[in-house]
């Protein structure tokens, strides 16, 4: 599956996911997590060019290898970070200084949505969403579901969505306010 690829918000940086690692590796290079083991299978890499300064070899440690879970870049509401998720494991980079980066808790993301309107990435697990602003992480919601949750509409300042009741064995509605974070 083609990695996606939307840069919706501003950004002052430049970046191209490569086929490959190249065969001669640049003099900055960065390995998101930094712990990460074996990242090189099945890693995204990604040259990024930052508004100052030498481009940079970004290696993203894949997730899981299920079509299920998104790889790609997406601009991020601050200028100068970028959103990568490798099969499902997402990290925001902040470019001027690529040594700085948030790995984000959910593992996986199963989503990822720009909320524009809002200046929101929204980011969707199994149980909860996250959203990210131009600050950072703006919110997240307290567990919408027992298992699996769907977005079916954002509509100004709420998002609708479905989450599974395991007791009922029933999707059951759910309203997110999208400046808080809170469920009504």
């Known amino acids: 599956m083609k990695p996606t690829v939307d840069f919706t918000f501003e950004h002052s940086w430049q970046a191209e996911i490569l086929a490959t690692r190249p065969l001669i590796l640049p003099p900055q290079r960065f390995v998101y997590p930094r712990e990460a083991e074996e990242v090189e299978r099945g890693a995204l890499e990604v040259m990024v060019q930052p508004a100052e300064g030498a481009s940079f070899l970004?290696?993203?440690?894949?997730?899981?290898?299920?079509?299920?879970?998104?790889?790609?870049?997406?601009?991020?509401?601050?200028?100068?970070?970028?959103?990568?998720?490798?099969?499902?494991?997402?990290?925001?980079?902040?470019?001027?200084?690529p040594e700085r980066f948030t790995h984000l808790p959910f593992r996986p993301v199963l989503e990822v949505r720009v909320l524009a309107e809002q200046g929101l990435l929204l980011f969707?697990?199994?149980?909860?969403l996250m959203a990210w602003g131009a600050a950072?992480?703006?919110?997240?919601?307290?567990?919408?579901?027992?298992?699996?949750?769907?977005?079916?509409?954002?509509?100004?300042?709420?998002?609708?969505?479905?989450?599974?009741?395991?007791?009922?064995?029933?999707?059951?509605?759910?309203?997110?306010d999208l400046k808080t974070g809170e469920r009504s």
């Open 136 to 176: 950072g992480q703006a919110w997240q919601t307290p567990r919408l579901s027992a298992e699996g949750l769907r977005i079916a509409e954002v509509r100004g300042n709420a998002l609708h969505g479905f989450g599974w009741d395991l007791l009922t064995d029933k999707e059951v509605p759910f309203t997110v």
């Open 58 to 97: 970004a290696t993203f440690a894949l997730g899981f290898a299920d079509p299920a879970a998104p790889t790609g870049l997406w601009s991020c509401p601050h200028r100068d970070e970028l959103c990568a998720v490798s099969g499902g494991y997402a990290y925001v980079v902040n470019t001027r200084e």
């Open 124 to 128: 969707a697990g199994h149980h909860a």
